[in-house]
Nanobody, 122 residues
Framework: QVQLVESGGGSVQTGGSLRLSCLAS????????MGWFRQAQGKERERVAQ????????AYADSVKGRFTISRDNVKNTLYLQMNSLKPEDTAIYYC???????????????WGQGTQVTVSS
């Protein structure tokens, strides 16, 4: 089992930056993919970015391309999300997730952190 704890959320103004961190513990060697998701009030959860175990493959939602960067430090067992040029529509609870299996070429995210709030004011 893997445990995930996010940190780094907060409130910023439009155009500001934040860096989210997700500390993983437990059976981290079994993790194939890790990702960041977000859920805004009244909306469905959205995958923001994901990265493979060794960081060789990354993918982003169109809404954050060019502004967000996902990375991981396997020595520190930490996943990061650098968020620049933040917009009010980025306001959401951000969740870190881990996938220990892939089904039909898609990571199966089955472990989640508790979430961290990001609020962007105009």
């Amino acid at each position: 089992q893997v445990q995930l704890v996010e940190s780094g959320g907060g409130s910023v103004q439009t155009g500001g930056s934040l860096r989210l961190s997700c500390l993983a513990s437990g059976d981290t060697d079994s993790t194939l993919w890790m990702g960041w998701f977000r859920q805004a009030q009244g909306k469905e959860r959205e995958r923001v970015a994901q990265i493979t175990a060794r960081g060789g493959i990354v993918a982003y939602a169109d809404s954050v391309k060019g502004r967000f960067t996902i990375s991981r430090d396997n020595v520190k067992n930490t996943l990061y999300l650098q968020m620049n040029s933040l917009k009010p529509e980025d306001t959401a609870i951000y969740y870190c997730a881990a996938a220990q299996a892939v089904v039909r070429s898609s990571p199966l995210y089955d472990t989640w952190g508790q979430g961290t709030q990001v609020t962007v004011s105009s």
